[in-house]
């Protein structure tokens, strides 16, 4: 049973450039949260995917958008990278927006 | 912000039982109390979680308060792969979309 996945592992991009993480959910979940864990912090809830709709939004800026596709997988989109974007950028699914999440490996976003 | 406040560190001898206090004394009664794990730029780990019965799997037991406003998770036999962040966080039964929230955690350490 394949768990939560993440692509890619590291990544480096430059201050102002665009960058796409991708997630594929656990199998038979249908629901993507991305979170962001500064170094040093607790992850911090970016957004939340269901039924290819952003269902509910933290406290982060329009720069960060999102995207669920019909096979539950997901994508995270930041546009106009900032230093402080670096960060460990996680995705967790679950079956339904009541469910139990289960984490993925994270993706590792460095801005220089 | 969190709703939980947990130790900033403990340490716990390998083969012993790690005992891992979180206070919820806030927490309402349609709230469970979840707990993850961080093991070093890992994802989170879902190890447990419960209502009002202690639970018990395979990785560890939580035990909550009769009033519910504190739980212990239980690690019986601490191994050097348990060294890592450990997270209570409580969440609503009916949470809908409501995002996990991490707090600073408890950095455990298990000595050889």
């Known amino acids: 049973d394949a768990g939560v996945t993440q692509s890619p592992t590291h990544l480096i991009k430059t201050r102002g450039q665009q960058v796409t993480l991708r997630c594929s959910p656990k199998?038979?979940?249908?629901?993507v949260s991305w979170y962001q864990q500064a170094l040093g912090q607790g992850p911090q809830f970016i957004f939340q995917?269901?039924?290819?709709?952003?269902?509910q939004r933290g406290n982060f800026p329009d720069r960060f958008s999102g995207h669920q596709f019909p096979n539950y997988s997901s994508e995270l989109n930041v546009n106009a990278l900032l230093l402080g974007d670096s960060a460990l950028y996680l995705c967790?699914?679950?079956?339904?927006?009541?469910?139990?999440?289960?984490f993925g490996p994270g993706t590792r976003l460095t801005v220089l | 912000d969190a709703k939980t406040t947990q130790p900033p560190s403990m340490d716990c001898a390998e083969g012993r039982a790690a005992n891992l206090p979180c206070n919820h004394s806030?927490?309402?009664?349609?709230?469970?109390v979840y707990w993850y794990r961080q093991i070093h730029s890992q994802g989170p780990q879902y190890i447990i979680h419960?209502?009002?019965n202690n639970e018990t799997n395979e990785m560890a037991s939580l035990i909550i308060t009769e009033d519910r406003k504190s739980s212990t998770l239980i690690l019986p036999h601490a191994t050097l792969r348990d060294t890592a962040v450990y997270y209570c966080i409580v969440r609503p039964v009916n949470s809908g979309n409501t995002p996990l929230v991490f707090g600073k955690g408890t950095r455990l350490s298990v000595i050889a």
């Open positions: 967790a699914s679950s079956l339904g927006t009541d469910d139990t999440q289960y």
């Open positions: 806030t927490i309402s009664g349609n709230e469970y």
């Open positions: 995917y269901y039924e290819e709709e952003e269902r």
């Open positions: 419960g209502l009002k």
């Open positions: 199998s038979g979940h249908d629901t």
